[in-house]
């Protein structure tokens, strides 16, 4: 707990909302999808990661990639062609975040029964 307070005091406020955006690429649904595939798969085009991203809207997709580009997570790439061919890429910083997100994820599995246990007792209303 000390070093997460000791890490939290060290930003400063320029920092800390920067902390809030990135993060919030990792609570996205579709952020994360989108760096997952990027990660997996290697270049994709837009319809591409639109096929593999089930249920994702194209205007969600697009603001998607707009986000994680901005932020330096995926680079785009236009070859300048007719009709138009756009690729996107996982950067390093990309890569950086979705190693830095296995260790959540696994924990996440590590305990889903206690989640679940947790969930089920507080909607059947006990205590927990």
Not at 47 to 55: N, Q, S, W, Y
Request: glycine share 10%; with cysteine; proline share 3%.
């Amino acid at each position: 707990m000390a070093r997460s307070q000791a890490a939290c005091d060290a930003l400063s406020d320029e920092d800390d909302g920067l902390k809030r955006e990135v993060l919030a690429h990792a609570g996205n649904r579709w952020s994360l999808g989108i760096v997952h595939e990027l990660g997996v798969a290697g270049t994709l085009r837009h319809a591409e990661l639109a096929r593999r991203l089930d249920g994702v809207t194209q205007r969600m997709l697009t603001r998607s990639l707009r986000q994680l580009e901005r932020d330096g997570l995926i680079m785009r790439h236009d070859h300048k062609e007719v009709p138009p061919r756009v690729d996107y890429t996982l950067t390093a910083l990309g890569r950086g975040l979705l190693v830095g997100m296995l260790p959540l994820w696994t924990w996440v599995i590590d305990n889903a029964e206690e989640f679940r246990v947790a969930r089920r007792r507080f909607d059947e209303g006990g205590a927990p």
